[in-house]
DNA sequence: CGGCTGACTGGAATGTCGTTCCAGTCGATT
DNA sequence: AATCGACTGGAACGACATTCCAGTCAGCCG
């Protein structure tokens, strides 16, 4: 009765070139990847698959869908990624996670606009729990009370996501901008914010100098250092302060 | 030659019930604010100020320059608002602009994916040095040493654009989802995330009831504290870790 | 083994959107 | 009064997401 929607296996009839959700998902990670998010049109889905618009809807109900399975996609995979090697103390831990996801949206750079959507909209979709119990599980091990569980997890998520999103928009803006690497790019931005008016932006003035020298993954690092000993230095450690 | 902008005013013909950039941009806000992101259409602009497209687009140059136009606007507005009380401490000032942009972001939901999307799009453009200038000014003004600005910033930025969106995304699902107040919203998310595997979600089970029982603003500046902790922490404050 | 069923497909059609185009209008200038 | 150009309104246009429907093909039932 249910007019769309695949049910998984109802065990009838499967073609061998059979269309189904994952190969559509593929598809628009890679269309994604590659164009932007203004790239990923139903019209080059068909294309790119060789099938009718009719064949997509069958399997996914809408483009939002289309985009949240692509991105729970991403970050499944990301999370789930054996750290490169066993973090020995909670506070590496942390920056494990924190670098998966970073690398993860460095990677796929609508990943940042999308996940900013995605999250709030609905918190109960496995995207935004993952998330969180990735990041949180590791909070709870630096052994501060239960009371600071959410802040510190939720300022920690907000920090990745917010930098990460950040970065990798300056990466694909210097692509496109100049034309050449990130250096020059960054190089740009902070020559024109030398140039604001002295009177209205000293601070960012100041700053356009660290801008344009930083190295974009130790920076990155380096907040979230920041909120870690934020954390550890409200609500007194229990381990932990040592790297 | 150029041939559309406006320049401003050359001095040459303007009738009365005139056409301009400001009421444009102020009906976008209007727009967006009751009708949400995908409220504001050129075809619904066009009936609620009594014209053509055409007209419009003599003023704006398309979709996302009145989109950042909007944002702009708002932004300023709450950024030059004067705080209700002179700040004492370097804390309570950063409180204070942290406040103003989460009541903003409150008060005009769309602010906050719109601020995700254009700041890395285009870091010169003023809405970016505007929020950095605001929050950056009370970071030095704690005393911290140079090099520990722009990461201290950066933090407080992310985190603030983070939390407040989620939390006005809150808002509004609340009013579409269950029709009910926020209580009664976070109640829900706050259930289904206690419902979740115990295996897989063991941390957003734990902070369930954390989620549900928490006053918003409070919450929210909880976290801006957890950051200015780690900030005073990492770098021996000048000054300032009192309240 | 032959027809039936329902999962699954492809393409045509629909409606909305952002944007462009152009024939005007109106005030100020000359 | 003629003219110029800033400014307007509405009719187009092309791209998009989505819907509709007439089919197709594999397995099951007889």
New interface residues.
Partial sequence: MAPRRNTGSTGTGRRADALSRERIVEAAVELLDTAGESGLTFRVLTERLATGAGAIYWHVANKGELLAAATEAVVAAALTAAPARAPRTPREAVRAVALGLYGAIDAHPWL??QL??Q??????KSVT?RI??AV??Q??ALGVP??A???????L???I???A??N???GR?ARAHVGTDRGEFLDS?ST??EA?DPG?????R??AK??RD?DDTE?FL??V??????????HAPGAGASD
């Fill in positions: 940042a606009p900013a959507v999250m709030p909209r609905d918190p109960v729990p969180y119990e949180g599980r909070v709870r239960e009371s569980w959410f802040t510190g997890t939720s300022a998520v907000h920090y996501l917010g930098a999103g950040q990798a928009a300056n803006a931005v024109a914010w604001l209205e932006y000293p601070f960012v100041a700053v660290q801008l930083h920076q380096a907040g250092d920041l909120i870690l000993a934020g954390i550890t230095a409200l």
